[in-house]
């Protein structure tokens, strides 16, 4: 069974960068497309990133592009989400999910295309 473990949320002001790490046992995440998803208050979890397994293909929410980037060191099983000039807006549970069912080389956009998640960490962003 696989664990997905996120790491390095905080309370941040706007423009600082954050880190998020998502370490994965139980299971190599190298052949499978890894991704980050957020939730806010009141709204629906919508992705973050999405990369495949060399990274060399990645989406991103448009809302993100240019500040965020996703990357993964599969020799240690871990995914990153690279956060800077952080904005209001960006506060939210972030996620850590993974693709484990699908056999493929793309990325993936809609949460329901995913079957592991993290329990969440929490990004705060204040003005």
């Known amino acids: 069974q696989v664990q997905l473990v996120e790491s390095g949320g905080g309370v941040v002001q706007a423009g600082d960068s954050l880190r998020l790490s998502c370490e994965a046992s139980?299971?190599?995440?190298?052949?499978?497309?890894m991704g980050w998803f957020r939730r806010s208050s009141g709204t629906e979890r919508e992705l973050v990133a999405s990369?495949?397994?060399?990274?060399?293909?990645?989406a991103y929410a448009d809302s993100v592009k240019g500040r965020f980037t996703i990357s993964r060191d599969n020799a240690k099983n871990t995914v990153f989400l690279q956060m800077n000039s952080l904005k209001p807006e960006d506060t939210a549970v972030y996620y850590c999910?993974?693709?484990?069912?699908?056999?493929?080389?793309?990325?993936?956009?809609?949460?329901?295309?995913?079957?592991?998640w993290g329990q969440g960490t929490q990004v705060t962003v204040s003005s």
């Open positions: 999910a993974g693709a484990f069912r699908r056999i493929g080389n793309g990325v993936y956009d809609r949460s329901d295309q995913y079957d592991s």
């Open positions: 139980g299971r190599a995440i190298s052949p499978y497309t």
């Open positions: 990369a495949n397994w060399r990274a060399d293909k990645t």
